[in-house]
């Protein structure tokens, strides 16, 4: 007996050092010698993945710090029964539930979503209300988005990677938006007829990039605008993202030199005036974007209010609110206001209510689809399908799973299940 135990401690000792050796990392345990074999398989997979078919182990610490640790971190926090189990063997157990995981595509079964899918499975048989009790500070919604990072760029398709790899060295910057820029690139070189991506990526950034930059940089000395605390890049990109929703002007393709006036006059001076009227000085650009973005999710889905009377109505002499993690300073609060509305659909204040545009114009088209005309009807409708949706496993944990995403994704602080609802009708 004892020999047999020593020769299993043996092989366990032998595995432990020949994966220290390979990978360099010394501080993973593990009570078994496949699950070594295991951490192996999946490091050499990241690597593959990440660094586009490169396999050197060496590499392997940014596997440990973006993947390993956070997953681990998370894990243990959320269960506690964990706390005194080996490293290694907590996270070959979640990577069990991984590789078997059978929803979705590709993406869907990335290190973001089957984590949270693992978690609000264990959690769910815990419910005793319609959220589970994820744990979510801010150190773990940090460890989350490094993992949403990672999968993103995992499952770039090879043309995508290379692409955003040549405008990362072409611009020596990199997007937060890198895709965003693809498409931008991808639709000038379709409307001047250039053939390939990098020539008409250089083209682009000399025409359009280095335009918008300058016409802001132009406009702001003009009116006295001073850029202090302001991120130019961003500011460029936030345009950027803007001319892809409204560059149209009834079916006409506006310039680029409309395109900017245009962004200037909507978001730019608005945002502007608001700043220097409330005397706002700290994380103007991180106020800047959020506002900017907000206002843009808004029009979208039907908002008809100019930015100026969005912020007087919404953000102006508000308390304190919360969109995302980000706290906009000074007693300014971002509140959709959508109170109005749901005084009409009274039943959805039962289950959550909601604070998304994007879910109230949902329902407003799957009300018109139904032909429903009262809204006694309509509220009848709305309940008899959330009582059958909470009554369903199933679609309790898909709910929880898109509730905590979303605050991965930095989008809604406040997702309910009508959120969720909006987005199955």
Known sequence: FFSQNNEEIDKLSRERFSFEKESGLSNI???????????REEVRKFLNLYFLGEENFEKAIVWYQRVFTPIVSILISNF??????????????????????????????????????????????LLKDLKT??????????DFRKLYYIDKIIFYTDDTKGK???????????????????????LFNLVNDIPGFIIGMQRWFEQVYNFYKEEIILKSKQLNLTLDGLNLEEIVEDCIRYSRYYRKKEDKLLT???????????????????FQENELEKNRNKQYLKISQSYLYYTRYGGLDNLRE????????KEEYKIGDFTLSKNIKLDYNLDKELESYWSLKDYGGTQ?????????????????????????????????????????????????????????????FIDYYGTLV
């Open 356 to 416: 998304n545009y994007e879910t109230i114009y949902r329902l407003k088209e799957y009300i018109k689809f139904l032909n429903i005309k009262t809204l006694e009807e309509i509220n009848k409708k709305f309940k008899e399908d959330i009582e059958k949706l909470i009554k369903n496993r199933e679609i309790l944990i898909q709910y929880n799973n898109s509730r905590v995403l979303n605050v991965v994704k930095g989008k809604w602080e406040q997702y309910t």
């Open 310 to 317: 969005f912020i007087e109505k919404n953000i102006v002499n």
């Open 80 to 125: 506690k029964n964990l706390e005194n189990e080996n490293n290694g063997d907590i996270f070959v157990e979640y990577l069990k539930y991984k590789n078997t995981y059978r929803l979705g595509n590709k993406y869907q079964r990335g290190y973001t979503n089957t984590l949270i899918d693992y978690l609000n499975r264990n959690k769910i048989l």
């Open 256 to 274: 680029k030199k409309e395109l900017i006036y245009s962004y200037i006059l909507d978001i730019y001076l608005p945002i502007f005036i608001m």
């Open 133 to 142: 009790d994820i744990n979510l500070d801010s150190f773990l919604i940090d």
């Open 29 to 39: 345990e593990c009570s078994k010698v496949e699950n070594y074999k295991k951490l």
């Open 164 to 186: 955003i790899k040549a405008i990362r060295e072409y611009s020596k910057k990199q997007f937060r938006r890198e895709t965003l820029i693809i498409g931008e690139i991808a």
